[in-house]
């Protein structure tokens, strides 16, 4: 089955450290997403990456970190940096990036900081 | 994008339709309006976008004003399953892949 998978579902952490969560998908879309998902909120944009090895900040880059070196991988790094980093995780992708384009968002992570 | 007004929240009964309207007086003419809704503890899904016409699919409807500053999202007959989050949101044809912009959304309850 195609799809884009997230792990962990849950993660912990303690204060001051940083973490890594990973998001692969199968899709062979171009575009890939990272957003973060606060308690009764909506989604906000941390990153955004068109193609293999460039990638662009979204509303709140500050405190996070991201890499693409595969079309299929797309992992946020959340830093020490990252003020309030307990949050609801969610990486989506695209077929190619446009407006009218759907995009397919994976089950999502947990995070819990300590 | 521009922004769009969406009810907090919707409550509706199981095997009644369901109709969630959105506001967008500042759209523009090269806007798409699109529908994502998440379930609880998921990430979002994709339920339908347009233009001007109406559209249909599997989902849902969805109906356009023809000023299009407003649309309905339309669920024909209320399951469970559709109890979610609904997210109207407005996308540039001329923009890039920067991402949907999600505001609150509308919180839709369906009583058995």
């Known amino acids: 089955d195609g799809g884009i998978t997230q792990s962990p579902k849950y993660l912990f952490r303690k204060e001051g450290q940083n973490v890594t969560l990973s998001c692969e998908q199968n899709?062979?879309?171009?575009?890939m997403y990272w957003y973060r998902q606060d308690p009764g909120q909506g989604l906000r944009l941390i990153y955004y990456s068109q193609i293999v090895n460039d990638f662009q900040k979204g509303d709140i880059a500050e405190g996070y970190s991201v890499s693409r070196e595969k079309k299929e991988s797309f992992p946020l790094t959340v830093t020490s940096a990252q003020k309030n980093p307990t949050a609801f995780y969610l990486c989506a992708s695209s077929i190619v990036p446009g407006s009218t384009d759907t995009q397919y968002f994976g089950p999502g992570t947990r995070l819990t900081v300590l | 994008d521009a922004k769009t007004t969406q009810p907090n929240s919707m409550e509706s009964n199981e095997e009644e339709p369901v109709h969630l309207p959105c506001n967008h007086s500042t759209i523009s003419g090269t806007d798409y309006i699109h529908w994502y809704r998440q379930l609880p503890s998921q990430g979002p899904e994709y339920v339908i976008h347009g233009l001007t016409s109406n559209v249909n699919n599997r989902m849902a409807s969805l109906a356009i004003a023809e000023d299009r500053k407003s649309s309905t999202l339309i669920l024909h007959r209320a399951t469970l399953r559709d109890a979610a989050v609904y997210y109207c949101i407005l996308r540039d044809l001329r923009g890039g892949a920067d991402g949907l912009t999600f505001g609150k959304g509308t919180h839709l309850i369906i009583q058995p």
């Open positions: 899709l062979n879309h171009d575009a």
